[in-house]
């Protein structure tokens, strides 16, 4: 329901249908403060690209762009402050995607249905993730370290920033792909499990660029693959597991909703602008060192990207076993 319902409403949002045009939005818009809503806390990737954005859709717009940090819930709390906001371009959700398709998985019963109450603004980017290892793992690439694995299965264990994370879901794809056994230890946020990785306390890990990389240049983690179809640019001697699982691809999306009703002319300028940034010379560096690939698409384009992550998403959770 969630993939094909993205699609129709990114559809619907470009023709009009159902997203009340409202003449004097046209006329105003933007005529006071825009809010973005990030379902995390303050440092992650979604946080940190919304924060490069906002900065930079100031001046174009003429308005303040102001970032509000709401984590809890599986995105609930997120979520709620969009859709008891008006639905007058001023509100918008700036998330990744998989936070949207695994939520029915780890919350009972969630307060919101993406599909419904949200329409696609922009595709903003997709961002890998690294398995690295720390320096006592004796494996110094991907064929020495599923060789270990095999060894001696479930000796071995992987952290990940929260049951029902991306980086348990990528690690539970490779995990069912390769035929392996090893032991999930979930830690609360990027930040725990990527100390307990440094500090010996857990074998390997997938992890975004800004949170892993510190790791990598002192010595306290080894990079062994990327969780793309395609080496990075980062670190173009690391192997892509799609070379060694053909079609692999578990980078993710970061996307602008709106609550569905918004203008048109509002979902339309917002996503041109956000086009217009993601691709501007000055922001060639800050989305290289946030670990982003800028895709800087529109309503559509988010929409197919959204379905095809909850695709891959769906299938990882359900080999996991997720459960409310």
């Known amino acids: 329901m969630l993939r094909k319902s993205f699609l129709k409403l990114a559809a619907a949002a470009i023709a009009g249908s159902v997203l009340g045009l409202n003449a004097q939005a046209a006329d105003t818009w933007p005529s006071k403060p825009i809010r973005f809503i990030v ?65 029915p998985f780890v919350t009972r019963k969630v307060s919101y249905d993406a599909a419904k109450d949200f329409v696609p603004v922009s595709l903003v980017g997709t961002a890998p993730l690294f398995l690295a290892v720390n ?99 980062l670190a173009p001697d690391i192997p892509a597991l799609a070379e060694r699982i053909p079609g692999f691809d578990f980078a993710f999306t970061v996307v602008a909703l709106a609550k569905t009703g918004t203008p048109k002319e509002a979902i339309d300028r917002l996503s041109q602008e956000i086009t217009k940034i993601v691709h501007g010379p000055d922001m060639v560096e800050p989305m290289a060192t946030a670990g982003l690939d800028p895709a800087g698409g529109g309503p559509e384009d988010a929409a197919a990207a959204l379905h095809r992550e909850a695709e891959r998403i769906i299938k990882a959770a359900q080999h996991a076993g997720l459960k409310p």
């Open 39 to 103: 379902p995390y806390a303050a440092g992650g990737l979604p946080d940190t690209v919304a924060r490069l954005v906002a900065q930079r859709l100031q001046a174009p717009l003429g308005q303040p762009v102001l970032v509000e940090n709401r984590p809890g819930g599986s995105g609930a709390v997120a979520a709620s402050a969009i859709t008891t906001s008006p639905a007058d371009g001023y509100t918008y959700l700036f998330t990744d995607g998989p936070l949207l398709a695994i939520a």
């Open 135 to 233: 320096p006592m793992v004796k494996a110094n690439n991907l064929d020495e370290l599923i060789a270990l694995v095999k060894s001696d299965p479930g000796k071995l264990n992987y952290a990940s920033s929260g049951v029902g994370s991306i980086h348990q879901l990528t690690a539970e794809a490779m995990v069912e792909a390769l035929g392996l056994k090893i032991t999930h230890i979930p830690f609360k946020g990027s930040g725990a499990s990527m100390q307990a990785l440094a500090g010996g306390q857990v074998d390997m890990a997938f992890a975004s660029p800004p949170t892993l990389m510190g790791f990598v240049k002192s010595g306290q983690a080894r990079l062994i693959a990327i969780n793309t179809a395609q080496r990075s640019k």
